[in-house]
Nanobody
Framework: QVQLVESGGGLVQAGGSLRLSCAASGSIFSINAMGWYRQAPGKQRELVAGITSGGSTNYADSVKGRFTISRDNAKNPVYLQMDSLKPEDTAVYYC??????????????WGQGTQVTVSS
């Protein structure tokens, strides 16, 4: 079993910054990719940013230039630095990981979610 533990959400004023982190633990041989998704009330969950084991990143158009995803190595926490936050960034943010398990199976896991609220 694998656990993803998120932290760093909270309430911030528009224009402010927050940094989310997600730590993976458990039966992990390697992590293929990790990402952050978000879901606002009444909306579908959407990809915010992703990063592969090789360090390639991708971002939703709405956060390009404002958010940065990073990780130090394959098993350290993944971070989402969020700058110039806008009220429309308000959502529950979920960490996601595609993991190669110690049984050689590939699995997708989700964190429990962390609330980000941006006030105008």
């Amino acid at each position: 079993q694998v656990q993803l533990v998120e932290s760093g959400g909270g309430l911030v004023q528009a224009g402010g910054s927050l940094r989310l982190s997600c730590a993976a633990s458990g039966s992990i041989f390697s992590i293929n990719a990790m990402g952050w998704y978000r879901q606002a009330p009444g909306k579908q969950r959407e990809l915010v940013a992703g990063i592969t084991s090789g360090g390639s990143t991708n971002y939703a158009d709405s956060v390009k230039g404002r958010f940065t995803i990073s990780r130090d190595n394959a098993k350290n926490p993944v971070y989402l630095q969020m700058d110039s936050l806008k009220p429309e960034d308000t959502a529950v943010y979920y960490c996601n990981a595609e993991v190669l398990g110690t049984d050689w199976g590939t699995y997708v896991y989700w964190g429990q979610g962390t609330q980000v609220t941006v006030s105008s």
